[in-house]
């Protein structure tokens, strides 16, 4: 009787753990479009994809490349977390291939996240080379221009805040006024810009809990917003929006619960108000 139960549990447990692996491939695009009540106002069109660790993905370059083939992109954000072992770098070759092939119309832009961080010295530099070899734009606590329309778009690349490399005076240095569109890995650095103007952030970080039965309570030490309940979708903080992915890979097993790894389309729309004007260089 006893082996009979202990058989029907490991089988349990085998299904549920195949069961939330295969979630792993369920891969949603969610679209978000902000601000679509302004007239006439140019419309920037984001590919926003985050947290691939490309440790554990399980979409490959060309299934990435099926599924968004046939839409037409301004930009590609990447918000970090690439992988965190250096032998992995050659796995992001072909992503970064399908991101080019996509020809964002002006450019791809990306920050690095915690895990990127694992990487040192040398490790670290192969692979913002890398980033940099296939046209992506690395920001560290830098900003690039790119003009929509005439309208000028401030491209705000802020360093990782869980590991204390954000640097908010020299991300936002320089910029003129614009649309300010902030790209960063924590989204918790937005309880710290109650000073710093953004019309929008993209961040990741949070997987969406990637594991959340019942809920994801492992993500508390994960800084302030988790206890806020803000750990994916759409969010608003000091009336600014901003958002979280819940990434594409997954840490530690390649696995699921509750949560489902995606790619988002973003629309905003262009505009400069009075409030950017006056708060956008710190």
Same mark, same amino acid.
């Given at each position: ?6 058989? &029907? ?12 692996? =295969? ?86 832009? &990306? ?144 696995? =699921? ?21 006056? =708060?956008?260089?710190?």
């Amino acid at each position: 009787m006893k082996l009979i139960v202990l058989l &029907a549990l490991l089988a349990f447990i085998s299904f549920n753990i195949y069961k939330a692996n =295969r979630n792993t491939k369920d891969i949603k695009i969610n679209k978000i479009a902000l601000d679509q009540n302004n007239g006439n106002h140019p419309v920037l069109r984001i590919l926003h994809l985050s947290d691939l660790h490309l440790e554990n993905i399980s979409i490959t370059p060309n299934e990435l490349y099926q599924k968004v083939k046939e839409e037409s992109f301004d930009i590609i954000a990447l918000t970090g977390d690439f992988l965190d072992r250096k032998w992995t770098i050659p796995k992001l070759i072909p992503y970064l291939e399908v991101f080019n092939q996509l020809q964002p119309k002006y450019g791809i832009y &990306a920050v690095l996240g915690n895990h990127d961080y694992v990487l040192k010295e040398k490790n670290l530099e192969n692979l913002v080379n890398t980033l940099k070899q296939y046209n992506c734009q690395v920001l560290r606590n830098e900003n690039a221009e790119i003009l929509v329309d005439g309208r000028r778009v401030n491209i705000i690349g802020i360093d990782d805040f869980s590991t204390k490399r954000s640097d908010l005076d020299a991300s936002f240095k320089g910029t003129k006024s614009g649309y300010n569109l902030v790209l960063t890995h924590d989204p918790n650095v937005v309880l710290q810009m109650k000073h710093y103007y953004f019309d929008y952030l993209l961040a990741g970080h949070f997987h969406g809990g990637q594991i959340c039965y019942p809920k994801a309570y492992h993500l508390f030490k994960m800084g302030k917003l988790v206890r806020m309940n803000m750990i994916k979708g759409l969010q608003m903080h000091d009336n600014k929006p901003f958002y979280i992915s819940e990434g594409l890979g997954q840490t530690g097993i390649n696995i =699921r619960v509750g949560s489902r790894p995606e790619m988002t389309i973003h629309e905003c729309s262009i505009t400069v108000c009075s409030e950017s004007q006056n =708060r956008t260089a710190i």
